[in-house]
């Protein structure tokens, strides 16, 4: 009898095992609560997989960009905010990934694990999630882009505050364009965001990287003098130029974006050097905002021949750079080397009034040495006084550099990246028209137009 | 060796009162309380409309509670009531889902709870005397083998398994009666002094069990049955080697049969890869995920759920529907009584008047507690799929006639359900 008293304590294996498994399956439900609540065959959040029951999504002056009325998701009263700010809020069938209503998809819904889907069910809406975006600045730089396609993204380099962010085509996700599956040519990648997900050829604002490595590696820089005759040999090759520049200073090849200097330079440095500063300043990197990833720029010289070097000097060859990631290079410049992560959600609202805690103002990774950070933004400064002009950008002290990214049978992707020195305006933009032919012509407007909205919106606050 | 031990561990005895003797006033009011809750929650509708069909069933089941511990401490003088009530516990929660689930199925359900009971009563007065159950042991067998024969010959396939056979318009699963006799037989054969031949009959009725099960795809049931086997094989011979050799020949066997016909992998193919499969395979499992943590620790509330709505999900799926609407936590309360059970099983095995009493015992709750693993396990992806119910709460008769007669092999070993043998004892 014993001996079976003491033979049934084996049991205490399958017990033992049953305890080890109903824990493991808690921690299970524990760790991935929120991830499997948002599957989108969730029919308490989810209707035919698209998100009907959450909270109101609101910009910087708590304007309703999209809330839940009566059963129904409803965006914005005005179609030019709507699409303007489709990519930022996102579709609620998910195609855009990194929207923010997919993105904050169980904030917005209010999801936890303690309370699962309770309060959604009791209040019939989530979290309201709000915003730094300014909606009219969004709307202003979409009509600015026009018909074209491209991506515009500008915020304070001083706090983190993304206040624009627009990328095209796009549409109205009210009324939802019949043809948009099938007018490949209008609508191609209308469902990327093409500030976080997109890369293209970077052109002469690439020069900035260039730049950069030479104030860093080449000690005499500023004194060396460039010759510019049209063209130059590099390799076994020849490098064009974008005009005759004749003797420039490092200074002013900067300023006229001469390619002959900066294909020499990008030479002088070699394949090691200028892969280095790519490498340090971002590129080959993915880098992430909050729960979002962010395309990565690439940039790879390791085999490149000395002509290749070159081209990859002023930006042309297999290089390709994402606008957020570019935008955060000029963020590092303005503010001293390292970059201030830039941010979309101001703050998220429970339904019984209570603030959640996000992430604002935060560090990213140092670029570069708070002297070249100097000497790069009194270049990028130099560019505009002496070159674009200040009448182009009226009252911002601009600091900015255009690109005009030359392609195989197609036209330019005109580019503008900068920032403004005015203290009331701490802002950096990125702006990238696809296809749209010369920065100069077509980047540096834009751009202009929108930093005056920006400007006009801060100075109301 | 019976008439040895069959004196009662006096000493032993007395901490076990200590230990199990709770008020049981107490556990009954808690347990209406919680059940006069859950119950009429889903008695009275959102508009405050009364279903009184649900009201009187209800109100039934809670009466019968009642009636069960009034008889048996004032008249019968039983001391301790902690698996009924965990029982009673159990199969409220399990007939509150079908009252709110598939109210037109609910008076079949209390009819199976009554059965249930009764059945539990039965065997475990039936169960006082050890020489009753010598006599039953051949006819329990043979009704088993026939049973089980009778299911091969008729059965049609539902649901994938051809576990079910229908017989006048109700259906019923053999293999769920099979496992009571199962343990009845193989307690009982082997609590003999073991001889060659009775071991020999056991092992041949076991194999046929797993053999007929096999032949039903009910891979569930045929598992459970193999580590039952291995309980009381265990507990008979003490022998950890037989046991190794015994899984090794199943190992083997499993290994020639997944060879020869590898379509039964494929019934596991979805397991570990149900996001992938969320449509197809995976169906059932990532909806209890999807719902399970939708419900939170407190729950939706009952009748708020939506993996209601899926196919299965007052029978296997039930656990995911109680986390979902009543709360993980509940959930897991659920999970920690069934381990109570077991562990109420093994502390009583010390002080049975015969060894057939601990074997029988240990070996229903190690039974119970497997399949609770297996089904809760299984619908969470833990462990492969194999559709077996969770004993008392999932919906069916047969399981849960099943659930209350291995209950009362459990109840049978404590030695304080009979008073007058134990009076006895003490005497001696």
């Known amino acids: 009898m014993k001996s079976t008293a003491k033979r049934a304590c084996a049991l205490y294996i399958l017990v033992g095992l049953f305890f080890v498994g109903a824990v493991t399956l808690f921690i299970m439900l524990c760790v991935n609560s929120s991830k499997w609540a948002m599957q989108r065959t969730n029919e308490h959040i989810y209707t035919n997989g698209t998100l009907v029951t959450a909270g109101a999504v609101l910009d910087r002056n708590s304007k309703v960009l999209v809330e839940t009325k009566n059963g129904e998701r409803i965006y914005n009263q005005s179609s030019a905010i709507r699409k303007a700010t489709l990519h930022i809020l996102g579709d609620t069938s998910g195609f855009i990934s990194t929207g923010v209503q997919n993105v904050y998809s169980d904030e917005l819904v209010g999801y936890s694990f303690l309370n699962g ?20 600045v969004c709307a202003t730089a979409l009509n600015v882009l026009g018909s074209n396609k491209g991506a515009v993204c500008a915020y304070n380099y001083k706090t983190g505050e993304i206040i624009c962010m627009v990328s095209a085509p796009t549409y109205d996700p009210q009324s939802v364009p019949k043809d948009i599956m099938t007018n490949t040519e209008k609508y191609e990648g209308v469902y990327l965001n093409r500030v976080f997900s997109g890369v293209f050829t970077p052109g002469s604002t690439f020069k900035i990287v260039t730049a950069i490595s030479a104030i860093e590696n080449i000690s005499n820089i500023n004194q060396q003098k460039f010759n510019c005759n049209g063209k130059t040999t590099i390799g076994d090759g020849t490098v064009i130029c974008n005009g005759t520049h004749g003797e420039l200073s490092f200074k002013d090849a900067l300023a006229h974006s001469c390619n002959c200097a900066f294909s020499e330079i990008a030479v002088q440095l070699g394949n090691e050097k200028l892969q280095t500063t790519a490498n340090q300043l971002g590129f080959n990197k993915a880098l992430k905002m909050n729960k979002t990833v962010v395309a990565k720029s690439t940039f790879n010289v390791s085999s490149a021949s000395t002509l290749d070097l070159g081209w990859a000097g002023i930006g042309q060859y297999t290089t390709l750079v994402n606008p957020y990631h570019m935008m955060t290079i000029l963020g590092a410049i303005a503010n001293g080397g390292t970059y201030v992560k830039p941010y979309l959600v101001d703050g998220i609202e429970t339904q019984l009034g209570i603030d959640i805690p996000t992430i604002k103002t935060k560090d990213g990774d140092n670029y570069m040495s708070e002297n070249t950070a100097n000497t790069i933004k009194d270049m990028l400064r130099y560019n ?29 992707h005109a580019w503008f990246v900068g920032f403004s020195e005015n203290e009331n305006c701490p802002y950096a933009i990125v702006v990238c028209v696809q296809n749209g032919g010369s920065g100069y012509d077509v980047a540096i407007p834009v751009a202009n137009k929108v930093m005056q909205s920006i400007y006009k919106s801060v100075s109301k606050e | 060796m019976d008439k040895k031990t069959a004196l009662p561990k006096i000493k032993k005895e007395n901490l076990l009162k200590k230990y199990k003797h709770t008020s049981r006033i107490a556990l009954l009011i808690m347990l209406t309380v919680f059940q006069l809750v859950s119950f009429f929650q889903v008695a009275v509708d959102k508009t405050d409309k009364i279903n009184y069909e649900i009201l009187f069933i209800m109100g039934g089941y809670i009466l019968i509670e009642w009636l069960y511990f009034f008889v048996f401490s004032v008249f019968l003088k039983r001391k301790s009531f902690e ?17 709110s689930v598939n109210p037109a199925d609910l008076l079949k359900q209390f009819i199976a709870v009554v059965l249930g009971l009764f059945t539990f009563i039965a065997m475990t007065f039936y169960m ?26 008729l059965a049609k396939a539902i649901n994938g398994a051809r576990n079910w056979i229908s017989l006048g318009g109700i259906s019923i699963q053999p293999s769920e009666l099979v496992k009571i006799a199962f343990i009845f037989v193989g307690a009982s054969t082997l609590a003999k002094l073991q001889s060659a031949r009775s071991l020999t009959k056991f092992i041949v009725f076991f194999l046929f069990c797993v053999g007929a099960l096999f032949l039903m795809y009910d891979f569930g049931t045929a598992l459970i049955f193999f580590a039952t086997f291995l309980i009381i094989a265990f507990m008979r011979s003490g022998d950890i080697r037989t046991l190794l050799i015994i899984c090794g020949a199943a190992l083997v066997g499993a290994g020639l049969i997944l060879m020869f016909k590898p379509y039964v992998a494929n019934r596991f193919a979805t397991y570990r890869h149900v996001w992938e499969l969320a449509d197809a395979g995976g169906y059932q499992q990532t909806r209890v995920l999807i719902y399970s943590v939708s419900g939170g620790l407190f729950g939706v509330g009952i009748g708020n759920g939506k993996l209601r709505n899926i196919f299965a999900s007052t029978t296997d799926l039930v656990f995911g529907v109680v986390c979902e609407e009543w709360g993980i936590i509940l959930g897991f309360a659920i999970i920690v009584m069934f381990a109570l059970l077991t562990v109420y099983a093994i502390r009583s095995a010390g002080a049975t008047r015969s060894t057939f009493y601990s074997i029988a015992s240990c070996a229903a709750a190690g039974m119970m507690l497997f399949q609770v693993c297996l089904n809760v396990f299984g619908i969470t992806d833990l462990l492969p799929l194999t559709g077996v119910t969770l004993p008392f709460i999932s919906q069916g008769g047969t399981s849960m006639i099943c659930s209350w007669g291995l209950l009362a092999f459990i109840k049978s070993a404590d030695n304080s359900t009979y008073p007058e043998i134990e009076r006895e004892g003490k005497r001696i």
């Open chain 1, 117 to 136: 889907v309770y309060l959604l069910e009791k209040y019939q809406g989530g979290n309201n999630v709000k915003l730094t975006i300014d909606a009219d």
């Open chain 2, 83 to 99: 698996l009924e009530t965990i029982a009673f516990l159990l199969t409220g929660i399990g007939l509150t889902i079908v009252a």
């Open chain 1, 384 to 412: 505009v006084t002496s070159y674009y002009g200040d009448s182009k950008f009226p009252n911002l002290q601009m600091c900015g550099k255009t690109g005009t990214a030359e392609l195989d049978n197609e036209k330019s």
């Open chain 2, 128 to 153: 006082g005397s050890i020489k009753r159950i010598e006599v039953m042991r051949m006819p329990l067998g043979f009704c088993a083998v026939g049973i089980l024969s009778l299911n091969l010959i």
